[in-house]
C-alpha cells in the first residue's frame, strides 16, 4: 500500500527521476571509492604484517648469532670478519622497534 502511494508520487512529479539518477551516481561513486580504500588498506596492513614477520625472523636470526659469538670473540669484541658483537647488538634492537 505504502509503496503505491510511493510510485505515484514519483509519477505525479516528472522531475524526480533524474534528481533520483543523480542521487544514484553520486552513492555509486562513494561507494566504489570506499571499496578502493579498504582493499588498498587491506593489502597495505597484510604488507606490514609480512615485514613484521620478516623482522622478527631476522633478530631472531641476530640475536642467535650474538649468543654464539660471545664465547667466539677477541679482547676487542669482535668476530666473524671484523663485525663488533656491539654492532649487532644496534642492528637488533633497530630491528626490533
Do not use: C
Amino acid at each position: 500500500m505504502i509503496l503505491r502511494k510511493i510510485i505515484r508520487w514519483i509519477e505525479g512529479h516528472p522531475g524526480i527521476a533524474s534528481w533520483i539518477q543523480a542521487v544514484g551516481a553520486i552513492v555509486a561513486l562513494g561507494l566504489t571509492v570506499y571499496i578502493a580504500y579498504d582493499a588498498s588498506a587491506s593489502q597495505e596492513k597484510q604488507a606490514i604484517q609480512a615485514a613484521s614477520s620478516w623482522a622478527q625472523h631476522v633478530q631472531e636470526r641476530f640475536n642467535e648469532e650474538i649468543d654464539q659469538s660471545k664465547t667466539k670473540t677477541d679482547d676487542q669484541g669482535t668476530f666473524y670478519s671484523g663485525i663488533r658483537s656491539q654492532d649487532l647488538l644496534i642492528i637488533s634492537q633497530a630491528i626490533h622497534t
